[in-house]
């Protein structure tokens, strides 16, 4: 079985869940870890079950709670190697070790972890005196075991992908492609599970034609509608940040998300999803209407159901 779980959408934090076969995966963690946790028990989700953490960009509302969700779960987190680095720059903007220093330095902590692993599995476990209590360390813990606790960038594992090179995650198959966004290295995907096929595409200033060609053929679609022109131009905001939202690294408008619907679209998927709305300059039923009118075209009983990703709720669970 397929599912497919947005937990939160919007510049207060998104969170998304996608699940094939045996695997569960979170795309983006810009909660924190309690409120993710609220929201999942909210939609019946177990976070004992997930498997890793799928991260799109390093903006605060995609990551924020990523490190303490990553510790407290033992799971990996995926990230392209710019977005990687530019994560850590966000949290230690004041370190001096260089971005390839730091890289080596995991690799061998993470070599010596695993030779640990493997000296335990061999000699057994081992005393009580030779441990690092969960309440606090031991005098007999080793400092750099002691040190990683403080370290805000410490992570039980990190996984590096690339754009355009798709890899597996468990049952899951992951298609990343760029995305034009004002991030270090902003992706969107597609995962495909058990013959299904979902298209993951938010945080964009215009639909460039390699995202196009990649949101074809799928069952679901989720996409930014953002903000509407007319609210954003009137709206709070001071006008070197409308001039970012509009621009071809900002957000997408409701007209834009139109307007791809009705030019560009195949008309396949059995649900779209309108995502990221803005708070500020933007109404669900404005983003709804304009979206449901490109998609009178797409004639279907199966297919173009319309829903929206709210932020300070789940939305029901897609089942496949």
């Known amino acids: 079985m397929v599912r497919f779980t947005v937990l939160a959408s919007g510049s207060r934090g998104n969170a998304t869940i996608v699940s094939g076969g045996r695997t569960r995966i979170l795309v983006d963690c810009g909660l924190s870890c309690r409120e993710l946790f609220r929201r999942m028990n909210l939609a019946d989700e177990d976070p004992e079950t997930l498997d890793a953490i799928l991260i799109s960009h390093e903006h605060s509302d995609h990551v924020g709670g990523v490190a303490v969700?990553?510790?407290?779960?033992?799971?990996?987190?995926?990230?392209?190697?710019?977005?990687?680095?530019?994560?850590?720059?966000?949290?230690?903007?004041?370190?001096?070790?260089?971005?390839?220093?730091?890289?080596?330095?995991?690799?061998?902590?993470?070599?010596?972890?695993?030779?640990?692993?493997?000296?335990?599995?061999?000699?057994?476990?081992?005393?009580?005196?030779?441990?690092?209590?969960?309440?606090?360390?031991t005098e007999h813990a080793e400092p750099d075991k002691l040190d990683k606790t403080k370290d805000p960038t410490w992570l039980p594992a990190v996984e590096f992908f690339t754009a355009g090179e798709p890899f597996e995650i468990g049952d899951i198959q992951i298609s990343p492609f760029t995305t034009p966004h004002d991030a270090t290295d902003p992706v969107g995907f597609v995962f495909s599970s058990e013959g299904v096929r979902m298209g993951f595409a938010t945080d964009l200033g215009y639909l460039s034609p390699n995202v196009k060609a990649q949101l074809k053929d799928l069952d679901l679609l989720l996409l930014e509608s953002n903000h509407d022109l007319e609210m954003l131009k009137d709206g709070p905001y001071p006008w070197a940040v409308k001039q970012r939202v509009m621009s071809r690294v900002g957000h997408l408008s409701n007209e834009a998300v139109a307007s791809f619907l009705e030019d560009d679209y195949d008309g396949q998927a059995a649900y779209v999803i309108l995502a990221h709305l803005s708070e500020s300059n933007n109404l669900p039923e404005l983003a709804r209407v304009t979206a449901e009118r490109a998609l009178n075209g797409w004639a279907s009983l199966m297919a173009n159901r319309l829903l929206l990703a709210a932020q300070h709720e789940p939305l029901s669970s897609l089942y496949f």
Request: hydrophobic share 35%.
């Open 69 to 137: 969700t990553a510790r407290k779960l033992g799971i990996p987190v995926y990230f392209t190697e710019g977005t990687h680095r530019a994560w850590m720059r966000w949290l230690q903007p004041r370190r001096q070790m260089s971005y390839a220093q730091w890289l080596e330095q995991m690799r061998k902590q993470a070599a010596e972890r695993q030779a640990e692993a493997d000296a335990t599995a061999i000699e057994g476990e081992p005393d009580e005196s030779d441990m690092v209590e969960a309440s606090g360390p």
